[in-house]
């Protein structure tokens, strides 16, 4: 399942979902916009995990959840816990981030 916030709630998604892997994002971004397909992709091919798509500028609340100092930034919550989290725009580093909670 993938869902793009339309409210600063991702604390609320990560607490009510077992596994959750966020893309942090802006308008701006062009990397942004070059992950946006890949990672709607992953989240295609394993609908037991939450995806979900943050725009990093518009919800501050839910940027502070991780530590977004570049985009994109992709982080992983299981059980309502912070994981880990990667900056990049090279779809082998989001595998590898996200493949032991897959």
Do not use: H
Not at 25 to 48: D, H, V
Not at 49 to 64: A, M, Q
Not at 80 to 93: H, I, M, P, R, S
């Amino acid at each position: 399942m993938i869902q793009e916030l339309d409210q600063d709630n991702l604390k609320e998604v990560v607490s009510n979902n077992n596994t959750v892997i966020v893309q942090y994002s802006a308008t701006w971004c062009g990397n942004c916009r070059i992950m946006k397909p890949k990672f709607k992709k992953l989240a295609s091919e394993n609908e037991n995990v939450t995806f979900v798509i943050v725009d990093s500028e518009k919800f501050p609340e839910s940027r502070k959840m991780a530590t977004v100092d570049n985009l994109p930034t992709f982080a992983v919550f299981k059980d309502g816990e912070f994981l880990n989290q990667v900056q990049t725009n090279k779809f082998d580093v989001l595998k590898e981030l996200v493949n032991p909670v897959l």
